[in-house]
């Protein structure tokens, strides 16, 4: 019998495991597959770290996560497992590289994007090892109900199939019961003896969840102040656009109160050093877009406000789970404007262009690479015929362009471009295009129902995740509005 316990102090440096993981890597070692629902930073990553060096043969990790790959298998190295990762982000050289030591079975720990299997260098590596275990990480994007649907995912039944279906597991920190079932079905898993769905630390009844009315940036800059004077301690300010954050932050600035940011605008050095600066409790406010958080394990997080308002419960949840991961009380607020409705509906439909857009950007930076590289963006902004500042559909077809191969950039010089391939047609299907706008417009819906509704704000979102609860939690505005 494998000793998890030994390999976890010995290898991962750890004394003891938390909630679920051990008897989820005890069923994966005895080949079991498995759904995991686990907030992040609770985990989940362990559940197939540690199996991955007492299997035999390769553990492969799909994820979307381009920008945590490299810090993740940084951390294990460091450990000294013998992982690597693969995807867009590295040169070609670094790919041949990377396509050699698989090809030798030099690792034991592989993380990849879904949109890799279409490379046949990949495939050709891969082939000449034996996968003994396959993880998905943010499994939700597999299903087309789910907040952020990738179509390289749906093809996961077959990746399975051509590795040998080995045993599988699913990770993810939300997802609806519909979703939970898309997710098995997509992958060929059924549930029941040979495949376990596990549900752990959704219930959160340390989280204070409130929703506060406030029209413009003005008044959510007052309700921010009072509400940091009145939880003091480390605190999260999330938006959904980079432009408030901005406006925000410069306020901020005016008014002499020390915080730092993240976003996708920052280059990633600072990026990095500002996250470390927060999570190491060198300043207690951090600015952030939705990618903050994701694979950080900070437990004593204080408060969570939204400056903006979620697309989604699925996405509200989430980021509201990194409060309080120390179970001592944290609050959370949404400052809810009406006028974030439009906002988050612009934003859903420009983080979605349409297949025609995209295949009209691959087309123009095919035909004018030199003139993107003396003008960058703004030239093909300007040929696409917009002006709106916020409207940034097109670096959004340039990042899909890059995710699926047809485009290469390098990171120091993003106007310099390189024609790959044209995007797949599969890619730029109008129906699922039509269908992912109006799931991700009714899943908003359902988040502003919630913000207006008067029931007990964890009630209504357990129940929404279809997790059965009688009990209110009797400490949101709601709750104690009624006790009043």
């Known amino acids: ?19 679920l993981q051990a008897p989820v890597i005890e069923g994966v070692l005895a080949q079991e597959s498995a759904l995991i629902i686990m907030p992040t930073g609770m985990g989940k990553s362990l559940c197939y ?20 790959m490299k810090d993740q298998v940084d951390k294990v190295k460091g450990l000294g497992l013998r992982a690597g990762y693969i ?51 943010e499994a939700h994007c597999i299903s087309e109900w789910g907040h952020d649907f990738r179509p390289d995912y749906t093809k996961l039944k077959e990746i399975r199939a051509t590795i040998g279906n080995p045993t599988t597991i699913a990770l993810t920190a939300t997802a609806t019961p519909e979703v939970q079932e898309d997710i098995l079905n997509q992958l060929g898993l059924v549930e029941g003896k040979a495949c376990k769905k596990y549900v752990y630390g959704f219930e959160r009844a340390n989280l204070k969840l409130n929703v506060q009315d406030v029209y413009g940036l003005d008044q959510k800059i007052q309700a ?11 605190t999260i300010i999330y938006f959904s656009l980079i432009d408030t954050l901005k406006k925000f932050s410069h306020n901020l600035d005016k008014l002499n109160v020390e915080h730092t940011v993240y976003h996708g605008q920052l280059k990633d050095n600072y990026r990095k050093s500002n996250q470390e600066a927060f ?28 400056a903006e308002t979620p697309g989604s419960i699925e996405a509200y949840y ?40 995209i295949e009209h950007v691959y087309d123009l930076v095919d035909q004018y690479g030199l003139r993107i590289k003396s003008e960058g963006v703004d030239f093909l902004r300007e040929k696409m015929n917009f002006y709106n500042r916020r409207d940034f559909r097109v670096e959004t077809a340039l990042n899909l362009l890059e995710r699926w191969e047809c485009i290469s950039r390098l990171q120091h010089k993003p106007n310099e471009i390189t024609v790959i391939a044209p995007p797949p047609r599969d890619f730029l299907n109008k129906d699922r295009h039509k269908n992912k706008l109006k799931s991700q417009n009714e899943k ?17 979102i357990y129940s929404y995740f279809d997790f059965q609860t009688s009990d209110v939690c009797g400490h949101c505005d709601n709750c104690q509005k009624g006790a009043v």
Not at 334 to 339: I, P, Q, V, Y
């Open 1 to 19: 019998m494998l000793d998890i316990n030994l390999e976890l102090k010995n290898k991962f440096k750890l004394n003891e495991f938390r909630g």
């Open 49 to 68: 770290q540690l199996p991955s060096q007492l299997l035999p043969g390769l553990t492969l990790v799909i994820s979307p996560l381009i920008a945590l």
């Open 87 to 137: 995807n867009s982000s590295l040169s070609g050289h670094e790919k041949n590289k990377a396509y050699n030591k698989l090809s030798q079975k030099e690792y034991k720990l592989l993380y990849v994007t879904p949109e890799r299997f279409r490379n046949k260098e990949f495939l050709a590596a891969l082939k000449k090892n034996t996968v003994s275990l396959l993880a998905v990480d």
């Open 224 to 234: 921010s102040m009072m509400l940091l004077n009145a939880n003091p301690g480390s």
């Open 279 to 306: 999570l190491n409790g060198e300043i207690d406010l951090i600015l952030a877009t939705p990618a903050f958080g994701l694979g950080v394990d900070k437990r004593d997080i204080r408060q969570v406000l939204h």
């Open 318 to 357: 989430q980021e509201v789970g990194r409060a309080g991961r120390d179970g001592l009380p944290s609050s959370c607020t949404l400052l809810f404007d009406e006028d974030d409705i439009t906002i988050q509906m612009d934003f859903l439909k420009w983080s979605s262009p349409d297949p025609g857009f």
């Open 444 to 460: 908003l819906l359902s988040m502003v129902q919630w913000a207006k509704s008067d029931e007990c704000r964890l009630q209504s």
